[in-house]
């Protein structure tokens, strides 16, 4: 079965999605990042909360959201660490990539100007989720918009192969 990742890396709370081949979600999350200790060390406790995902299911694609260089010059340097250091996952056989919000975001709304508002609502709306809150669930909504990127941009390249 084929299965993929959507990765929405944060240093305070990291989205997760699952999907298959048919836009199904089969498992999602929120990685809550420890307030106390090392930069090194909620690096080493998001991988490892990741880590038990590949374990758990063989991915054909997995997208990390890349960070533009907008934001603040060491949030972002926080959130490059944090992205590649999920390049270690790659031991595991996936195809794993970084994709810039505008990019993943132009495959999943048809275009890459849409906002994180925009992606929350869509997200509630395919998936008839109400229980979330725009405040408290932006990543996990971001990370399902990420997934269903990777699963077009896998079936497009099949398609083209």
């Known amino acids: 079965m084929n299965y993929f990742l959507g990765i929405d890396p944060s240093t305070k709370c990291t989205g997760y999605c699952v999907m298959d081949l048919n836009y199904d979600i089969i498992e999602s999350g929120k990685i809550e990042i ?26 054909s694609k997995v997208l990390v959201e890349d960070q533009y260089a907008k934001v603040n010059i060491d949030t972002l340097k926080k959130l490059s660490k944090t992205a590649g250091a999920y390049l270690y996952l790659d031991r595991y056989g996936a195809d794993i990539t970084t994709i810039y919000p505008t990019s993943w975001r132009k495959v999943f ?22 229980h979330l809150k725009y405040t408290k669930d932006n990543d996990l909504t971001d990370a399902i918009g990420i997934c269903w990127a990777a699963v077009d941009l896998y079936k497009e390249e099949a398609a083209a192969a």
């Open 109 to 130: 709304h048809g275009n890459g100007k849409a906002k994180k508002r925009d992606t929350f609502d869509k997200v509630c709306a395919i998936y008839e989720f109400t």
């Open 34 to 59: 420890p307030e106390d200790g090392a930069e090194g060390e909620k690096i080493f406790y998001q991988v490892n909360e990741l880590e038990k995902l590949f374990t758990k299911y063989t991915f």
